[in-house]
Nanobody, 123 residues
Framework: QVQLVESGGGLVQPGGSLTLSCAAS????????FSWVRQAPGKGPEWVSA????????WYADSVKGRFTISRDNAKNTLYLQMNSLEPEDTALYYC????????????????WGQGTQVTVSS
């Protein structure tokens, strides 16, 4: 059974840092690209970042570029999102998602999602 389980969310002050983890089970992550996607209250999903199979290529939304770092440890079957210089606008439920295919215009199609981990940035 394929599962993605996110952890590491919490309440942090503006300017602070958090590291999210996404532990995969039921399959090995080696062959898959992954994304982090977030959803703020009352808003639609927002793609945050993606990573290739080996972790050598990464992509970021402009809103997080230079502040967030996506990484993976294939030996541990785990994905990460290091988030620095957090802003109130980063408050959202953060999901990791397995990319099934990459469509036209580098659009991602996902086949599995985790349950999400809440990140709240507030003083």
């Amino acid at each position: 059974q394929v599962q993605l389980v996110e952890s590491g969310g919490g309440l942090v002050q503006p300017g602070g840092s958090l590291t999210l983890s996404c532990a995969a089970s039921g399959f090995t992550i080696n062959s898959y690209y992954f994304s982090w996607v977030r959803q703020a209250p009352g808003k639609g999903p927002e793609w945050v970042s993606a990573i290739d199979t080996g972790g050598r290529k990464t992509w970021y939304a402009d809103s997080v570029k230079g502040r967030f770092t996506i990484s993976r440890d294939n030996a541990k079957n785990t994905l990460y999102l290091q988030m620095n210089s957090l802003e109130p606008e980063d408050t959202a439920l953060y999901y990791c998602a397995r990319i099934e295919r990459i469509g036209a215009g580098n659009s991602y199609e996902y086949d599995y999602w985790g349950q999400g981990t809440q990140v709240t940035v507030s003083s």
